[in-house]
C-alpha cells in the first residue's frame, strides 16, 4: 500500500499486541513526521532493550545482568516466594509496598486450549527452588480468572507435599466499590477472605 520502507515499518508495528492496522499507520506516520534524532532515540532505545535485558535465570523477572535486582537484593526475605504470571505483575505486587520477599515468574498460566501445559510454564524451575533456597511459603499470586485459578491449584498440589506453606491472594471488592454490584464469585471471594477486625 505505502513504498517499501513506509510499508515495512507499518507490517512490524501491526505485529506488536494491541496495534491494529489504524494505530500501527498512525504512529509510522507519526515516526516519518518527527526529527530523526527523535526516531533514532526510539529505535537506539529498542536496540539497548534487546541487547541488555535477559530473564534473570534465578526467577525469570527481566534482568539486566547475572540476576535480577530483586535477587540480589540482600533486604528481601528468601524463605518466602510469590509467583506471578508475568514479569508485569511483578512491578504491580512492588507499588503496593507490602511484600518485602522474592518472586518466581511463570511466564504464562495454564490453557490447554492455547496449548499452554505445564511444560511451557517455569514450574519445574519453581519446584527445584524450594529446596535449594530454604523456601518456607508460596504465595501464589495468579490472575483471578479461570486460567490464573487453575494454575494456581496445580502448583499448590505440586508444591504441598514439599511440606511448604501455600497461600493464595485474597480476592474481592475494590475499594470504594458497592455491594449492589458486586458478582456473585466476587463476593463470596471477599467474604472467603476476611479476616478479623481489629478494635
Not at 524450594?130 to 518456607?136: L, P
Amino acid at each position: 500500500m505505502y513504498t517499501g520502507p513506509l510499508q515495512g515499518l507499518v507490517d512490524e508495528l501491526g505485529r506488536l499486541p494491541g496495534i491494529g492496522p489504524k494505530s500501527a499507520q498512525r504512529i509510522a506516520f507519526h515516526l516519518l513526521k518527527v526529527a530523526p534524532e527523535d526516531a533514532m532515540r526510539l529505535a537506539d532505545a529498542i536496540v539497548t532493550m534487546k541487547e541488555r535485558i535477559t530473564l534473570c535465570p534465578r526467577c525469570f523477572n527481566v534482568a539486566e545482568g547475572d540476576l535480577c535486582s530483586i535477587c540480589v537484593d540482600p533486604r528481601r526475605d528468601g524463605a518466602v516466594l510469590c509467583v506471578v504470571e508475568d514479569p508485569r505483575d511483578i512491578v504491580a505486587v512492588e507499588k503496593t509496598q507490602e511484600f518485602r520477599g522474592r518472586y518466581h515468574v511463570l511466564h504464562g498460566a495454564l490453557n490447554p486450549i492455547e496449548g499452554v501445559g505445564p511444560d511451557q510454564l517455569r514450574i519445574r524451575e519453581l519446584l527445584a527452588r524450594i529446596d535449594v533456597e530454604s523456601i518456607t511459603e508460596v504465595i501464589l499470586c495468579t490472575n483471578p480468572n479461570l486460567e490464573g485459578e487453575a494454575t494456581a491449584m496445580y502448583v499448590a498440589r505440586l508444591l504441598k507435599p514439599l511440606g511448604v506453606t501455600v497461600t493464595r491472594i485474597a480476592s474481592g471488592l475494590p475499594v470504594g466499590g458497592d455491594l449492589e454490584y458486586a458478582d456473585e464469585l466476587t463476593l463470596g471471594r471477599a467474604l472467603e477472605g476476611r479476616r478479623e477486625v481489629d478494635a
